[in-house]
């Protein structure tokens, strides 16, 4: 669909936001769209990395309201939706400028890695509304802090892209005609990467969340032992050795 953009370059897979007279704001196709391109780059050999951006004044402003008039049916959870439980196991990255509220919060911490221009502004005004943020209600206290998180859960207020970085919501603050390209730099430097190694320590680090250190350890022992028996650790290894760059397939 044309509100939600799909291309692969250099091992990258984008996915763009497009709906910018609206702020991006996601309806029901765009979510499922989104879920559909993120299953279409896991799957695919060649895809290294994930970029989700959005085009405009926004990252996305979240769920479109109007599609909750007259809502009244009950939906299954199911996980294919990136606020629902969909996983992948290839690193993504959100490159966020302007509005990211919302759904769009959500969508962000669906992510692995999270970088902002300075336009950038970020929450939680479900409560405004009277309804809840859910998944980002899940993720947020483990990311940056029960204090920060249920500041912004409960007071539905707006953070700039610095308050942001302070909190550590994201990592990294750019101009804004640097935030595509740092993003581009961010996914070229992990897809020049062991692909095994990577899929395999996103794994460690989303089981290793809620594990307890003995069982993450096993887990870790575990994913080790197929990561040195690899080709990836031979080319790695044998490229240390020789003094030259890996060149993995």
């Known amino acids: 669909m044309d509100e939600v953009t799909y291309e692969i370059s250099e091992r990258v897979a984008s996915i763009g936001l ?33 970029v989700i951006s959005g085009s405009g004044r926004a990252f996305t402003s979240g769920h479109d309201l109007g599609e909750f008039a007259g809502r009244s049916e009950w939906r299954p959870w199911r996980p ?17 400028q302007g509005y990211c509220l919302a759904g769009g919060l959500e969508l962000a911490l669906f992510c692995d890695i999270r970088i902002a221009d300075e336009t950038a502004q970020f929450g939680c ?11 980002g209600a899940l993720r947020l206290p483990g990311l940056i802090g029960g204090s920060d998180a249920m500041r912004l859960l409960l007071t539905g207020e707006f953070i700039n892209a610095a308050e942001a970085l302070r909190i550590g919501l994201v990592s990294e603050v750019v101009a804004p005609e640097r935030l595509a390209s740092r993003a581009r730099e961010l996914a070229a430097a992990i897809a020049a990467n062991g692909p095994a190694a990577i899929r395999m320590t996103k794994e460690l680090a989303q089981r290793g969340r809620d594990a307890s250190l003995a069982d993450g350890l096993r887990i870790y022992q575990e994913y080790s032992r197929i990561a040195f028996g690899s080709e990836d650790a031979r080319e790695g290894l044998t490229a240390f050795a020789e003094r030259r760059d890996p060149q993995y397939e």
């Open 18 to 50: 497009n709906r910018p007279e609206k702020l991006n704001a996601m309806t029901d196709a765009m979510y499922a769209a989104i879920g559909a391109a993120v299953r279409e780059a896991e799957g695919d050999p060649e895809v290294r990395c994930i």
């Open 125 to 135: 005004p479900e409560v405004r509304w009277g309804i809840l943020h859910g998944y």
């Open 80 to 96: 294919e939706r990136f606020d629902n439980g969909l996983e992948c196991a290839k690193p993504v990255i959100a490159a966020v």
